[in-house]
């Protein structure tokens, strides 16, 4: 069978962060987990920001280039996700549709997409990923 709704491809449970850790352990939960997107969520578990890799990788150059090797795990420490964290994105529901998703990630060129219930709690996370495996389910078949 092959999925036709974003609740059947997404990765429900996803890994997040809060709003109130550090670049630091968005970093090693990236570099851990092999992922390249984490939704932020707030003290009442509400999806509030992505952190992207491509964010969180500018950021690390940035302050590489201020600040040094020496120092970088000490100012990847200081650093908040919720100052870094992109609180203009798009989000999902489990009952869409891919066909209406496709067009989503075609047009933005974005990597994910946050699923979401009504009461903006996290289920899931879409990822550009997932439809290449599908494609790749789909060509086996």
Do not use: W
Not at 4 to 27: C, G, I, W
Not at 61 to 87: C, F, N, P, V, W
Not at 95 to 113: M, P, T
């Amino acid at each position: 069978m092959t999925a036709k709704s974003v609740a059947e491809l997404m990765t429900a449970n996803p890994l997040f962060v809060r709003r109130e850790q550090t670049l630091k352990d968005a970093h090693d939960l990236m570099r851990t987990k092999n992922i390249r997107h984490i939704p932020v969520l707030d003290e009442q578990d509400k999806l509030v920001g992505v952190l992207t890799q491509k964010k969180m990788i500018a950021t690390v150059m940035g302050l590489l280039a201020k600040y040094g090797t020496s120092t970088l795990e000490r100012k990847e420490k200081q650093q908040i996700i919720g100052e870094l964290m992109d609180t203009d994105f798009a989000t999902v529901q489990p009952q869409q549709s891919l066909a209406e998703v496709i067009s989503y990630f075609l047009k933005n060129k974005h990597g994910c997409l946050p699923v979401v219930d009504d009461n903006e709690q996290l289920l899931g996370i879409l990822t550009s990923s997932d439809f290449v495996r599908l494609a790749g389910q789909l060509l086996e078949s």
